[in-house]
């Protein structure tokens, strides 16, 4: 269900950010790569509140429906997930999801990300800026 799985993602992301604790990256990861693409059609343009695995055989994705929250969910979603995938605290950067980018630091430095993830677990991460005393954290899925 798309609307769930939204919220699953903001409440994971808010709760890793408050307490640190990888566990809820591992949640966040769970939802956006499994449970937020069941409830949306390949095309964007279909979302459902059923689950497929309980249809029996009826499932279908609707066009619209009279409660419509999936389409603005999304939006909201996609609108922020950057911060989803890296979150910043004083000199720290941790990275909770690998992606293929950059990340722009506040001392003017910039971390660039190469990956494959999660097809494969290589990830490769070169700094380029100034020398400063800072950490770079990831987290490792379970």
Known sequence: ETC????????????????G????????ER?????????????GERFTYD???????????KEWFECACCPPNLARLYGSVGRYLVQFSDRRVDLVIPFAG????????????TTDYPARGHVEIVYDGPETEA???????D
């Open 51 to 61: 689950t497929p695995l309980e249809s029996r055989g009826r499932f279908e994705r």
């Open 21 to 28: 604790e990888s566990s809820y990256g591992d949640v966040l």
């Open 135 to 141: 950490e770079f954290a990831f987290r490792i899925p």
């Open 102 to 113: 950059a990340i722009r630091t506040d001392w003017g430095g910039t971390f660039r990300l």
């Open 4 to 19: 769930a799985a939204c919220g699953l993602i903001f409440w994971a992301g808010a709760m890793g950010e408050a307490t």
């Open 31 to 43: 939802a956006l790569f499994n449970a937020l693409p069941a409830g949306l059609s390949a095309d």
